[in-house]
């Protein structure tokens, strides 16, 4: 198996595993901001994707929803083209599926996978307030880090939410797409995917693939027997 090795560019910290010289997986994990799990997921892809692929795991820095860490996101794509990549993928869990999508909205990639990612950040915060009310506990200091990045930028709170939600931007979706959902979520609703689909199909794209798995809970590795397939098949295509 290939090692994940350290690399700084931009100024964003990566784990990059040396494969394929022409084929790339981008990797964003889920949860908050942690250089632990940015390695332990290179380490878990590169077990199956290497050395098809190049992995490079996205170390992103702590931020308000689709800051800095976004930026971060972007700079391991333009990684990948600075090796020459030509087919670009990316693979993103939970936070990660979330920022998967805004950086599709960004560049130019061959495709995107986003498994239980939050679409709408303005749906998800009434579903926080009246159905899960430990998110808010959880993700204060995400929401708090927002909110004063919105006020930085004297932007209206519901218009810069807005802006950092994909469910918004879908029209600006150009790549293929995989999503994956659990039916039995309750920290990312199975309804967050599901009004995405709905959007896509409102403006007409079709390059999509929505699976839903029924009686799955969040966080379910894409890694397992029953979803392996799908992910492989999807990039490899």
């Known amino acids: 198996m290939g090692k994940c090795l350290q690399q700084a ?11 394929n ?6 990797l964003i994990h889920g949860g908050k901001a942690s250089t632990e799990r940015a390695k332990e997921m290179c ?3 590169a077990r199956y994707f290497y050395p098809e692929f190049t992995l490079i795991s996205v ?21 990948a083209y600075y090796l020459s990549m030509t087919k670009v993928f990316l693979i993103g869990e939970s936070h990660g599926g979330y920022l998967a999508l805004l950086a599709a909205t960004r560049k130019d990639i061959n495709g995107v996978i986003d498994a239980y990612g ?3 950040l303005l749906t998800m915060q009434t579903y926080a307030t009246q159905g899960n009310p430990q998110l808010n506990v ?11 990045e919105c006020n930085m930028r004297g932007l209206d ?14 029209d600006r979706i150009q790549a293929p797409l995989l999503i994956l959902h659990g039916t039995a979520d309750e920290v990312v609703p199975f309804s967050q995917s599901k009004m995405l689909v709905e959007r896509f199909e409102a ?4 390059n999509y693939h929505f699976v839903s798995l029924n009686g799955y809970t969040h966080g379910f590795s894409l890694l397992e027997k029953k979803v392996l397939p799908i992910v492989k098949e999807f990039v490899e295509k």
Do not use: M
């Not at 959880?138 to 004063?148: G, M, N, P, R, V």
């Open 9 to 19: 560019y931009k100024g964003t910290n990566l784990f990059v595993c040396q494969g």
């Open 21 to 26: 010289k022409v084929k790339a997986i981008v």
């Open 43 to 45: 380490e878990e892809y």
């Open 59 to 79: 170390d992103y820095h702590f931020s308000g929803y689709g800051g800095k860490e976004l930026e971060d996101v972007v700079n391991a794509i333009d990684y």
């Open 118 to 120: 939050p679409t709408d």
């Open 138 to 148: 959880d993700w204060e200091d995400y929401i708090q880090a927002t909110l004063q």
């Open 157 to 170: 709170i519901q218009s810069c939410i807005r802006q950092r939600s994909p469910y918004y931007l879908a």
């Open 203 to 206: 403006i007409g794209k079709e």
